[in-house]
């Protein structure tokens, strides 16, 4: 019996020329989609003997925070600051939140009075004295996070004013709440940078000065 052949013919080449439109159009969609990570920066400094001092035979300006487990210790000048209110008599001038730190229910960070903190240092920099004053030396114990730190120096950055005030604010004002804080903003004052005008946030301390770490008990 004779076999019949069959005539296999030539595929079509494939077209890719759709496919290549299609890629065309979704490179600049994803472009735009694409989220650019920022970076803020705070301008920090080691400790150094101040000039002025030397010459005039007066101590140095110094405002300091000390950072432990126990809260916040401002010293102004040369005066420690006192407890504030619900605060014990005779320790940090402002104590953590009530209760022990549980690191299985919260973070460290959350477990210190940060409104109190940035209202205590905002009545220091509206002081005449301390008004021309940007610098800030913090000192943690070594039992402190890095996160600790970290959000100690966001708060003494920038003076602050609840969102709502935003538009009218020239300086920063006391917050009378945790939420205020959270949503408040900077004022933004006008600057001269190189011969150009612009906005910038209004700063309170932003210059800082980390001191080593004390060695707890």
Known sequence: MAKKSVKIEDAEELSLTPIMNIVLVLIPLMLLSVVFMTIAVIEVTMPQRSAGSATSGEPPKRLQL??????????????????????????????????????????????????????????????PDW??????????????????????????HNQRVPRSKFDTAIKGEVLNSDEELNESLAPLVDVTVNGETGKAALGMFPVVVLGLPTLTN
Request: overall charge negative; hydrophobic content about 35%.
């Open 131 to 156: 008004a021309d004053h940007d610098q800030i030396e913090i000192i943690p114990d070594s039992s402190v996070s890095f996160g600790v730190l970290v959000k100690a120096m966001d708060i003494s």
């Open 66 to 127: 000390y950072i432990s487990q126990k809260g916040f210790t401002i010293v102004e000048g040369q005066e420690t600051l006192p407890a504030i209110d619900n605060c014990p008599n005779g320790g940090a001038t402002i104590c953590t939140k009530e209760g022990e730190f549980d690191p299985e229910r919260e973070a460290e960070a959350d477990h210190y009075r940060w409104r109190e903190l940035y209202n205590e240092l905002l009545k220091i920099k509206l002081k």
